[in-house]
Nanobody, 113 residues
């Protein structure tokens, strides 16, 4: 099983990034997926979740209206479109499969002016 995140980087406040998480080694299309982040010195925060079909989606209040989660089951890929980024969005972002120990290595997002 492998989850590989990409798309992080350094962006100014108000900017956008699109994170991707490519899955392999399991039936990606059968599982719900989460984006989870950890800011420096803080605990894990679930940012967003999506069910296996993409029809049920949740967002943390802190990102609602700015982030959009999506998935392409044919490509075994999960996405997180992040718009209007704020300083407090700085964190390492992970994709994870709830109910399993499937986690990626994370991708760093730094929002700074």
């Amino acid at each position: 099983v492998q989850l590989v995140e990409s798309g992080g980087g350094l962006v100014q406040p108000g900017g956008s990034l699109r994170l991707s998480c490519t899955a392999s080694g399991f039936a990606f299309g059968s599982y719900a997926m989460n984006w989870v982040r950890q800011a420096p010195g803080k605990g894990l925060e679930q940012v967003s979740s999506i069910d296996s079909s993409g029809s049920r989606i949740t967002y943390a209040d802190s990102v609602k209206g700015r982030f959009t989660i999506s998935r392409d089951n044919a490509k075994s890929t999960l996405y997180l479109q992040m718009n209007n980024l704020k300083l407090e969005d700085t964190a390492r972002y992970y994709c994870a499969t709830p109910g399993t120990n499937y986690w990626g290595q994370g991708t760093q997002v730094t929002v700074a002016s």
